[in-house]
């Protein structure tokens, strides 16, 4: 941190240079003149040591300079941290710790923070922050894991990309940025790329429709693994229970109050419920592939 270093060196100097002037009487010395060359050569150190050679592109946000990642996580545990903003985000290390407060510096300091903070990313269009705000997508690779059955991929098939070919949808997402999801209302398709402008889907679709895969997901786990009137042992009765409407209904019926306590189902979007999920699913129900599911 010896940029730090030398700012706060040199930031100490001319305060004790400014309360020197205001409490001496300095005869024949103009005291406005001199406070005006204090505050040019601040400015000259605030270019010298903060200039916009960072990940962001920029050298301050809300009045606070921002400075590289490494150097912000080596104050991140002090109250200093809060003065700065660090120049790229990392979800596990790219917050204010308890340590880092104390009487001046409260947790609604740390909040604020935090919040000016993902201003920052989303001004800047980070692609690590984007690739974050893409955790809960549809096409998500985090909901390509082998734990799950691979709904996800079941559901996708319920898409419709206009002119578009269907297995030029990919899955799971290549690109893995929010803010250059190429299924955005207003992104311009370029160089044959798949764009929203040939999509009867929005990127807030995909996000709504995994809400849903996960409900649907959490179902079939809970039959799967509990001593319930309708069981699933084996790849075929996964197919069965998906292909069936009824044995559906039982099946979203019996893990109803696993559902509820997820509050996932409040969420899907407004006025969907258990019944709009058996819709979608009833209109996909011919394009369930076997080898395309998991069972574990």
């Known amino acids: 941190m010896n940029i730090m270093k030398h700012y706060s060196r ?21 005291l406005e003149r001199s406070i005006s060359n204090l505050t040019k050569r601040l400015d000259r150190l605030d270019t010298v040591f903060f200039t916009p050679s960072n990940k962001a592109g920029l050298s301050h946000w809300k009045g606070k300079p921002i400075i590289p990642l490494d150097d912000w996580i080596e104050i ?11 120049d790229d985000f990392d979800q596990g290390l790219t917050y204010i710790s308890e340590g880092g407060l104390n009487r001046e510096r409260k947790q609604e300091d ?31 690779p985090d909901g390509d894991d082998p734990i799950f059955i691979g709904i996800n991929r079941l559901v996708i ?4 990309n206009g002119r578009q070919e269907k297995d030029l949808i990919q899955y799971p997402c290549k690109v893995v940025n929010r803010f250059e999801c190429p299924y955005e209302r207003n992104r311009i398709t370029k160089d044959h790329n798949i764009g929203s402008t040939n999509s009867d889907f929005d990127t807030e679709d995909l996000f709504r ?15 799967r693994k509990e001593d319930l009137e309708i069981q699933i042992k084996d790849k075929q009765g996964l197919l069965t229970a998906l292909a069936d409407r009824d044995i559906f209904i039982m099946v979203l019926e019996q893990a109803s109050d696993t559902l509820k306590s ?17 819709n979608y699913f009833t209109g996909i129900q011919d394009k369930v592939c076997l080898e395309e599911l998991r069972f574990y």
């Open 10 to 30: 040199e930031l100490r100097v001319l305060s004790v240079m400014h309360l020197t002037l205001e409490t001496k009487d300095y005869r024949g010395l103009n």
């Open 76 to 86: 991140r545990d002090t109250p200093y941290a809060l003065d700065f903003f660090p």
């Open 110 to 140: 740390a909040k604020k923070w935090d919040s000016d903070y993902q201003e920052l990313m989303e001004y800047t269009k980070n692609s690590n922050y984007g690739r974050i705000k893409c955790f809960h997508c549809l096409l998500s």
């Open 157 to 160: 098939q319920g898409l419709s």
């Open 209 to 223: 429709l995994q809400k849903m895969s996960f409900l649907v997901e959490i179902a079939l786990a809970r039959v």
């Open 262 to 278: 997820t509050e996932y189902l409040r969420e899907i979007s407004p006025g969907q419920d258990i019944e709009s999920i058996l």
